[in-house]
């Protein structure tokens, strides 16, 4: 039984491929690039996170084109990124277009050509406010697209855990599975240290406040 | 008004083109290349398309992923292109699985950074028996996706005006239109003329035959 996991080596997606390993899947790792300034640190993060669980695969997959349609400050360089100021309601500018569908359609390809079962994506509630693509509804209209348009049997499942859990929720899952999070990577910013600031931090940093355990990596400020 | 259309540089593209610019839109032509044996000869005929209908744009997109994904005689070399052989039920070795999801998903992320308002993609009933993510339902599925994953407004519409056509009455709306078919290429082969007898050739021909038009290009026999 195997299945399709997108692990970016952040500490949402990393705690996905365990639980996706706890019920007994083989993972194909599927950790996509896009010219995000922290490539190669998110990549050395899914790496090793994807070894720890004896992935079956570990498939890398380059989505430069991302830059060419931009509007995203997670890859224009000029747009700078914001800190954390408060809940918004509007389309935050880390936002890249129909991101989710576009890895979800890749998952799903891959899922097929290689017989997996499932496609894990850890989408929560705590993107809602500003990625429509990360919404249950949407993730459900995807499914009906799978099934529609894969000739996979059996069909391929979108599994989605967290996807009525916060962060902090998800966190005290993964710290009963096991999760080594000091080998994960969340910082927007590409420093040495996480910066301590950004909104990924702040809502990390968050999450382990809220259950009282201390965040094993290293900030800025 | 501008539209993103999908434009391989095949003969149902390249008169999507010529419809989309007909009902008035501005055209930002999408161009995919993913390895395929006959890339060089489509990006020719896609940019002629393109600069003859005026396009605004011009973007092409490398989908070098699919040969990582694999499953498929467009892009894996190692099986071969197989002759026409008949009407056939199964899904055929050129299937890239899921692919249309793929390249709609893309095409949605450009339309919502261009402000594009539709996205024009040439699906049509002689597709259906061997690929699932070219029929009706399954383009009605997606658009639903589109509506829930993107922030767009005006929303982004899919357009398919050619979804319920068979391929001789889309060549005599392009004919009607003007397309120049001499500028397009279809062949599955990579050689100087078209081969004739791969399952492109041969679904070209019959169109061409059963509106009494001769073809413009030359075929090895």
Chains 1, 2 share one sequence.
């Not at 529609?148 to 391929?156: K, S």
Request: charged letters at 25%; aromatic letters at 10%.
């Amino acid at each position: 039984m195997r299945a399709v996991c997108l692990l970016s080596g952040g500490m949402d997606s990393s705690t996905l491929a365990y639980v996706a390993k706890d019920m007994g899947y083989d993972i194909i790792a599927l950790h996509f690039t896009y010219g995000q300034r922290t490539e190669a640190k998110e990549r050395t993060c899914a790496r090793t996170i994807a070894r720890m669980l004896d992935a079956v695969d570990f498939v890398e997959i380059s989505l430069e084109h991302f830059k060419k349609i931009g509007a995203s400050s997670l890859t224009d360089t000029a747009i700078p990124i914001e800190e954390y100021a408060g809940e918004q309601e509007a389309v935050p500018s880390t936002y890249v277009p129909f991101r989710n569908a576009n890895l979800l359609a890749i998952a799903t390809s891959l899922a097929e050509a290689r017989r997996a079962e499932a496609v894990f994506i850890g989408v929560q509630t705590g993107d809602y406010p500003g990625y429509p693509d990360c919404r249950p509804e949407f993730i459900e209209a995807f499914q009906r697209v799978v099934d529609l348009g894969t000739a996979a049997d059996p069909r391929i499942t979108l599994m989605t855990p967290f996807v009525r859990m916060t962060k902090a929720e998800i966190l005290k899952v993964g710290l009963a599975l096991g999760v080594p999070y000091r080998e994960t990577w969340s910082c927007y910013q590409n420093n040495d240290r996480a910066c301590g600031v950004c909104s990924s931090c702040h809502y990390r940093r968050e999450a382990f406040r809220a259950i009282g355990v201390p965040d094993p990596i290293e900030y800025e400020e």
